[in-house]
């Protein structure tokens, strides 16, 4: 019987993944609890999640991914956690490591994963994506989601992190539709954060930054050699960033004119 300090909940927090989370839940079955938290699909994945006899699911309203996944983090039973998006895979060589990992006598407080990155089926190798990693392991009474950040959650981690060798795979595009509308959807969280840091819009950043964006991610961290996959990807990084500012924007002006009626 594993003991109880080796033991693992997976968490994954979901919205409209039919198509994915199947194969993600299957990748997972390793873990001695697997916790969904979903914010109200419609595509049938809540009512997919409900039926499965090994998935804990709950279904809770979305305000931004750290809350959501704060929420997902108190719903954890065991002390290990594993934390992986609906669109990522555990594929058997890390599902290995990562029960190797949990059994040793001084582990560390939290693991960075390396990701693999799927263009649909075939792997996307530059694109600015080569070397990303993220937090996806971590003790549980060790690490939480900082309340700085609403997009791209950062885990504040009490003690020592390593890196695990093996890498996860990244479903990072659907079709071009979902992809855009996710890159928009990160420009606009983005832009509350900097909203509610007291950030102002800069006509230079404007301009600027989302074509340094593309710049960077497609000549100098090699997206051209991705070939009209790594065009399509560094563009719609690109444009999230410019909807970053365009949205930064709109509450600036949403900000002035309530204050404007609000005076005496």
């Given at each position: 019987m594993k003991k109880e300090h080796h033991k693992i909940s997976a968490l994954i927090i979901t919205y409209n993944e039919m198509g994915y989370i199947q194969d993600c839940i299957d990748s997972v079955s390793f873990a001695d609890e697997i916790v969904v938290v979903d914010s109200y699909s419609t595509d049938g994945?809540?009512?997919?999640?409900?039926?499965?006899?090994?998935?804990?699911a709950i279904q809770h309203p979305f305000s931004n991914f750290t809350q959501q996944k704060t929420f997902a983090l108190s719903q954890a039973s065991h002390p290990w956690i594993?934390?992986?998006?609906?669109?990522?895979?555990?594929?058997e060589a890390l599902r290995n490591e990562?029960?190797?990992?949990?059994?040793?006598?001084?582990?560390?407080?939290?693991?960075?994963?390396?990701?693999?990155?799927?263009f649909q089926k075939t792997p996307l190798r530059y694109s600015g994506w080569q070397t990303d990693k993220n937090y996806?392991?971590?003790?549980?009474?060790?690490?939480?989601?900082?309340?700085k950040k609403i997009v791209h959650e950062t885990l504040e981690v009490d003690g020592t992190s390593g890196i695990l060798k093996e890498k996860l795979i990244h479903y990072c595009y659907k079709d071009y539709s979902d992809y855009k509308s996710k890159m928009l959807n990160y420009g606009r969280l983005k832009a509350k954060e900097d909203f509610y840091r007291e950030k102002s819009f800069n006509y230079f950043y404007y301009i600027v930054k989302p074509a340094w964006k593309f710049f960077n991610h497609?000549?100098?961290?090699?997206?051209?050699?991705?070939?009209?996959?790594?065009?399509?990807?560094?563009?719609?990084?690109?444009?999230g960033v410019l909807e970053r500012f365009r949205e930064l924007k709109r509450l600036e002006r949403k900000n002035a004119l309530a204050y404007y009626l609000l005076m005496p």
């Open positions: 994945t809540y009512e997919y999640l409900k039926e499965h006899p090994k998935v804990k594993l934390f992986v998006d609906a669109d990522e895979i555990i594929p990562i029960l190797e990992t949990v059994q040793l006598e001084s582990p560390h407080a939290a693991y960075w994963f390396y990701r693999k990155f799927m996806r392991l971590f003790q549980k009474d060790k690490a939480k989601f900082t309340d497609y000549i100098l961290r090699l997206g051209i050699l991705d070939g009209k996959k790594g065009l399509t990807i560094c563009y719609l990084n690109a444009l």
